[in-house]
């Protein structure tokens, strides 16, 4: 049965790489060649070091994340597999689809080609684990919980800022005056606004890629052609020229 070895061979590399790769001749046997009786999600990307190619890097890691914690969860099946095809692997591929950008994600499903819903909206959203999981329980109804290594650059981080400040009083304990110095508080509220109205935030919450590198041409934009969407480096341009 040419559909159960096809399943037994995924499930292989599923126990050995929570993501696996594909060549061109890969891809049109698993994903593009029926029968076909799970969905599919496939992270095309140029992660070659000559590439140059940082939001490749940086989706990857989330997608990295999205795909261990399914791997790993009680939920895991035969139902939903994850792929990456990379530009200097499939170029075939790419070119097959028409696809002249990188990093992007697409959803093939069980039955049928892929439609407009099935390429994820990175430029919009971003590439947070969190987010392309959002995206795989609308297009396949199989839910991920996201679960994240543990990161503990914020704790310290904070713990550094307050013996710092805590540091600083102790040193002024006997001239506090400059804490009611307004021209100080003005230069730390004016920095907070020039960043609010940047769109650092939005950053925050939506995980946007730095900037969209073409693989095939090279080129860089740092603008975003959207007005619903942005690239952090579109916030740094921002943030420069109203402060």
Partial sequence: NLLAEK?????EWSSRRSIFR???????????????????????????????CSVCRQANEEYQILANSWRYSS????KLF??????DEGTDVFQQLNMNSAPTFMHFPPKGRPKRADTFDLQRIGFAAEQLAKWIADRTDVHIRVFRPPNYSGTIALALLVSLVGGLLYLRRNNLEFIYNKTGWAMVSLCIVFAMTSGQMWNHIRGP??????????QVSYIHGSSQAQFVAESHIILVLTS
């Fill in 7 to 11: 399943v037994e061979q995924l499930m």
């Fill in 22 to 52: 594909m060549n061109g001749d890969k891809f049109r046997k698993f994903i593009k060649a029926p029968p076909r009786n799970y969905s599919m999600i496939v992270m095309f990307t140029a992660l070659q070091p000559q590439r140059q």
């Fill in 75 to 78: 939920a895991f099946c035969n």
């Fill in 82 to 87: 994850f792929s990456m095809v990379d530009y």
């Fill in 209 to 218: 890629p730095y900037a969209h590198k073409n693989p095939h041409n090279g």
